[in-house]
């Protein structure tokens, strides 16, 4: 019965910055178990305040959070930050530990985990991104995409409800960007994941949402969405040249949620 509660319920969330700046204007979505949607949206559309709103980064507007369930707020935020991993659009934001292995087992560790325990959920989670020989390095001797990886195997070893990720594809070359997509795919977890890159939500996120100016202004198959030009006209959204969504091929079904 437990996959009848939404990985993902945002209520009603606004929030103005302490500058007066109001960049959430009551914003509804929800995200169901095993989903992979995309929030796609323009520049300023306030897609990161929202995904800083998921494990409590910010807070303090009004409307509610809840991921399986359970309320965002300050008295649940550790169980929270278990729960939603969210993978920076920048990984310098989450890389902070001398060696890949100690930025791997912070989350785990500070969650409790020790001895061979841990260590099998750091193998675990960077052999899931193809990191496992990494381990040793010093984060900032590995290039871009490789930081990308260990960014997202710091997220996956703490076996979150929700992955959230910002900009995932950005930066990356086209075989790591690839590659990524091939990971996120083998994945069995909800996804929320923020993207310009429109073809990489097509291929990966079966329905998109599009944030604007504050609110959701559309939710719909990620399919139709990037074939309704009126929509993307409307909120500055733009296929890549020669880009037809139409001729690219409906991946088959795959097992979907769990
Ligand atoms: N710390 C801040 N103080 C005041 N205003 C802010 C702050 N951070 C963001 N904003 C404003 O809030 C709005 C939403 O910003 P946000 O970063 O959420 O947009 P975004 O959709 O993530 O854009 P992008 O696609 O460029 O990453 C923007 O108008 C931005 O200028
Ligand atoms: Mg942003």
Known sequence: MTDAVPSLEVSGLAFAYPDGHQALFGVD????RGERVALLGPNGAGKTTLVLHLNGILDGGAGSVRVAGLPVDKRNLAEIRRRVGIVFQDPDDQLF?????EDVAFGPAAAGLRGAELAACVDKALSLVG???FADRPPHHLSFGQRRRVAVATVLAMEPEILVLDEPSS???PASRRELADILRSLDVTVLMVTHDLPY???LCERSVILSNGV?????????????EETMRAHRLELPFGFDPRSVAARPATTGGR
């Not at 979505?29 to 169901?32: A, I, M």
């Not at 530990?97 to 292995?101: E, G, I, Q, Y």
């Not at 959701?216 to 309704?228: F, Q």
């Open 29 to 32: 979505l929800t995200v169901g």
């Open 97 to 101: 530990m001398p060696t890949v292995r």
């Open 216 to 228: 959701i202004a559309a939710d719909g198959t990620t399919r139709e969405l990037l074939c309704d």
């Open 131 to 133: 990191m496992a020989e």
């Open 201 to 203: 939500a097509l291929e």
């Open 171 to 173: 930066n990356l070359d």
